[in-house]
């Protein structure tokens, strides 16, 4: 006979030491389920305490950080990085809006660097102690009296027990990257091949495979950086894609990380007010200055601004030394090698590594919760399930941004905790599904198909949707008036988080001198040996100021003129 699992209560979470007063309030206060202690759910905890709420977060594994946290081997269900995986978006950028990353750290961080910050973060706002760890979420479900109180039930397992308990609001933090997308039967022949096959969630580092030959299927980052690592010392690496891709480079004009450089708001109207042709044109053009993207063979069937463009630094380097040759998309595997779709074969290849993504899903809850569709699922701004007869769910980071993550999933934490103390209202479901739908539609129509393009925003764009909701946008013709200086480093400066906490609810004291001593943190961590300052560099920033200035008069008259 199966034994039948126990079931116990969950203890409430502990509460920090406090006044009898506040204490009180405590008590009234929404608890908050909070599924997963990965980045989205660090700032998950932190938002929910910032606004008197009371989290309560359960995390399967036994340590913080989710994707971020290196570990030797593979877990089912968690995400996982290899040993040499530096970020792609830049510290400025990525950093929480009230918690700079320390200025000496390098612009592209490695993912220990990261799990320091994240563990001085969950440090400074005290946060470990509202995580019940080893505590996998198995189900989730309406409590019964659900549609009068919002209530949700959450069943947990903690060392093979089961525990039960009910919350008044949850916090889905799952995490996006978690399940290989492992297309194998798409690919003729595959059982017959004689080699190994992996994915690469499952690659750590590249010893194991030297001298080997190696076909790696995917021109994502994943594909890109695990070609350029095992490269140097494998016999040979083929790097085969379906679509090719346009390629960018983590260092940009003048040395600058690249989002730091483009992710500006000046920048962004431009690429709203030109026509899409020539900003096409225009990108394009400046990626085959690097490197001609034909003559190396990875141009793709799409225009620079319908797919995220892929991040290889190194890869014109690999090509051009022949250490990784691209390839087209497989036809069919043989018994110890691929027949690609131009016709060319490849034979002796020792390894197959499907670098194809990942795939998401949500095994703890029913479809009447969250309704998914392979890699698709129906969100408000990506956040609330709009079905719902109580908003108070929300799914944090279930997103892909063109630009880091992390600033996106805390800003869409803090707009969620304020619908959940009922501060912020949501439109009608009807008003929410014709947004969803009109979103689709765009994503659609602008970006090439790919298994997960329903999730793609444009970073600013999207912050500032969800900043105009939660109050927190900030205001440049009153910041022009008020502090000009902050008005010029908020417009022409990069679109750094921490532009999300000088005003309204969440507002920072410390928001105004982190935005005006960002391009500091930034030439700090490079210039590691100082030199005099030089003329040059004077002339060359006024300059740029002279030029921004007239760019931005000429705007303003173009716009002028036509109101
Ligand atoms: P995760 O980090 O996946 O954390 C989810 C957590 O939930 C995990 O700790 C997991 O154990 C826990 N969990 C899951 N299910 C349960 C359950 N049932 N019960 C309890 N706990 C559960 N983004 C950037 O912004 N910049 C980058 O440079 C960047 N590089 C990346 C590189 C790679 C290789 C990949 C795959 C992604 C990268 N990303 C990057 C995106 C990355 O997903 C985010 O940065 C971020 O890690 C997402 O955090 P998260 O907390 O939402 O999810
Ligand atoms: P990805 O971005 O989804 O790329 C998957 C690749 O596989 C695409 O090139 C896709 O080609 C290809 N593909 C998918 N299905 C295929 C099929 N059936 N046949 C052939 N090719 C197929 O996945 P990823 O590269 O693993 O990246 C996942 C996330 O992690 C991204 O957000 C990425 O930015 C992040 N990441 C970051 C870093 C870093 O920070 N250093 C490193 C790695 C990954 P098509 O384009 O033709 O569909």
């Known amino acids: 006979m199966r034994k039948r699992k126990k079931r116990q209560r969950i203890p409430s979470a502990r509460q920090p030491s406090a006044k009898p007063l506040k204490q009180q309030k405590d008590r009234m206060a929404k608890r908050v389920a909070i599924i997963g202690a990965g980045v989205s759910g660090l700032t998950a905890i932190k938002c929910c305490l910032d606004e008197g709420l009371q989290p309560t977060c359960f995390e399967r594994s036994e340590d913080i950080g989710g994707l971020w946290r290196f570990q030797e081997h593979v877990t089912e269900g968690h995400s996982s990085i290899y040993k040499s995986l530096t970020t ?70 903690v060392n093979g027990k089961q525990e039960s308990a009910v919350f008044d609001a949850v916090l889905i933090c799952t995490g996006l990257h978690v399940h290989p997308y492992f297309p194998l039967d798409s690919f003729l022949g595959f059982e017959k091949f004689k080699g190994k096959i992996i994915h690469s969630w499952t690659y750590k580092n590249p010893e194991k495979f030297e001298d080997q030959r190696i076909l790696i299927i995917g021109l994502g980052n994943s594909g890109v950086e695990i070609a350029i690592d095992l490269s140097h010392i494998t016999k040979q690496i083929f790097l085969s894609t379906r679509t090719g891709a346009w390629v960018i480079s983590r260092v940009s004009d003048g040395g600058y990380p690249l989002d730091i450089a483009h992710f500006t708001r000046f920048k962004n109207l431009l690429y709203h007010i030109l026509p899409v042709a020539l900003v096409n044109r225009w990108g394009e053009k400046k990626l085959n200055m690097r490197f001609n993207h034909e003559n190396y063979g990875v141009k793709p069937q799409h225009r620079f601004l319908s797919k995220t463009p892929v991040m290889g630094d190194d890869l014109p380097n690999a090509i051009i030394a022949g250490r990784v040759l691209i390839k087209p998309h497989v036809k069919k595997f043989t018994e110890r090698g691929v027949i690609f779709e131009d016709g060319s074969t490849e034979e002796n290849i020792d390894v197959v590594i499907f670098a194809t993504g990942y795939n998401f899903s949500f095994p703890f809850t029913q479809d009447t919760v969250l309704r998914t569709q392979t ?8 956040v609330f399930p709009p079905h719902l007869e109580k908003h108070t769910l929300a799914v944090i980071g279930l997103i892909q941004p063109v630009g880091a993550i992390i600033p996106v999933s805390e800003l869409q934490v803090r707009w969620a905790t304020r619908i959940f103390k009922g501060l912020n209202k949501l439109p009608s479901d009807n008003e929410m599904m014709a947004d969803i739908v009109k979103k689709i539609q765009y994503n659609e129509k602008r970006y090439a198909a790919s298994h997960n393009n329903s999730l793609v925003v444009q970073y600013i764009d999207y912050m500032d949707e969800l900043a105009s909701l939660l109050g927190v946008k900030p205001n440049l013709l009153s910041l022009l008036l008020t502090d000009p200086k902050l008005a010029w480093e908020v417009y022409f400066g990069p679109c750094t988080p921490t532009q999300f906490r000088l005003t309204g609810p969440g507002k920072w004291e410390g928001a105004r001198n982190t935005i005006l001593t960002q391009e500091e943190r930034i030439v700090k961590a490079t210039k590691t040996r100082p030199l005099q300052s030089c003329t040059d560099t004077k002339v060359t920033a006024t300059s740029s100021f002279f030029i ?14 036509y109101l």
Not at 127 to 150: E, M, N, Q, S
Not at 377 to 382: A, E, H, N, R, V
């Open 88 to 157: 792609n978006s830049s510290k400025e950028m990525m950093s929480f809006s009230d918690f700079p990353i320390p200025e000496e750290y390098p612009n592209y961080m490695h993912h220990s660097k990261m799990m320091e910050y994240f563990r001085m973060y969950a440090k400074q706002f005290d946060l470990l102690r509202y995580i019940h760890f080893k505590a996998r979420v198995c189900h989730l479900r309406k409590h019964t009296d659900f549609p009068i109180t919002g209530q949700w039930e959450i069943v947990t397992e």
């Open 375 to 382: 890699n698709k699922i129906s969100l408000y701004k990506y």
């Open 548 to 561: 921004k200035a007239l760019t931005c008069l000429g705007l303003l008259t173009v716009i002028l003129s």
